[in-house]
Every structure is written in structure tokens, then in C-alpha cells.
């Protein structure tokens, strides 16, 4: 399954985030920045990548767990659907989404 993952998407705002998880037909690959220990989970869209702002630090896997539990609530997806790949312990980070209709 991962060999189909289509790792050039970013998408430009939320609405197109959302609409990217309730109409894609297979997994696909997101590379992300990650600030932590901000003042509030956020979540920013730049011309060539995703910011997540995230309140919690980046201390024993603290952040990472939030990124998803933060990333399942916007985008109504399970945790499960959400896996970090790489980037455990760095601000860049790619990540995995699944979409709930391949579950």
C-alpha cells in the first residue's frame, strides 16, 4: 500500500485538508513542520509546506502525541489513520494518512 502513496500533495488551507481525507482513494504522505511548546494548537498553510503549531513540548513523545490527537479532531479522522513515519524527534516531520474509507 505504501507504494502508492502520493507524496507531492500540499494542500493550501483546511477546507482543502479536509476535503483531500474525505475524497482520496489511497493513503498518501504529508511532510510537515512542527513548532512546539507554543501558546495554542494551530495549524498554517504556506505555499510550500504545513505548519503545526503545537502546545505541548517536545519532551518523551509529548508533541508527537499531540500532533495526533490534534490533527485527528480537525480533520474527523481516527488516530489510528495518522502515523508518524519520520521526523520523531525533529520539527520536520512526514506523516501518513489514511483515509477512513480504506479501513
Given at each position: 500500500?505504501?507504494?502508492?502513496?502520493?507524496?507531492?500533495?500540499i494542500p493550501k488551507s483546511l477546507e482543502e485538508f479536509l476535503n483531500l481525507i474525505k475524497n482520496s482513494s489511497c493513503a498518501f504522505?504529508?511532510?510537515?513542520?512542527?513548532?512546539?511548546?507554543?501558546?495554542?494548537?494551530?495549524?498554517?498553510?504556506?505555499?510550500?509546506?504545513?505548519?503545526?503549531?503545537?502546545?505541548?513540548?517536545?519532551?518523551?513523545?509529548?508533541?508527537?502525541?499531540?500532533?495526533?490527537?490534534?490533527?485527528?479532531?480537525?480533520?474527523?479522522?481516527?488516530?489510528?489513520?495518522?502515523?508518524?513515519?519520520?521526523?520523531?524527534?525533529?520539527?520536520?516531520?512526514?506523516?501518513?494518512?489514511?483515509?477512513?474509507?480504506?479501513?
Amino acid at each position: 500500500m505504501l507504494n502508492d502513496v502520493n507524496k507531492n500533495i500540499i494542500p493550501k488551507s483546511l477546507e482543502e485538508f479536509l476535503n483531500l481525507i474525505k475524497n482520496s482513494s489511497c493513503a498518501f504522505k504529508l511532510q510537515i513542520k512542527v513548532s512546539a511548546n507554543s501558546k495554542k494548537n494551530s495549524i498554517e498553510f504556506h505555499d510550500n509546506y504545513i505548519k503545526l503549531k503545537i502546545s505541548k513540548p517536545a519532551v518523551d513523545g509529548q508533541a508527537n502525541k499531540e500532533i495526533i490527537k490534534y490533527l485527528s479532531d480537525i480533520l474527523n479522522l481516527p488516530k489510528n489513520n495518522i502515523q508518524i513515519l519520520n521526523g520523531e524527534k525533529s520539527s520536520l516531520k512526514m506523516l501518513l494518512f489514511t483515509p477512513k474509507t480504506l479501513q
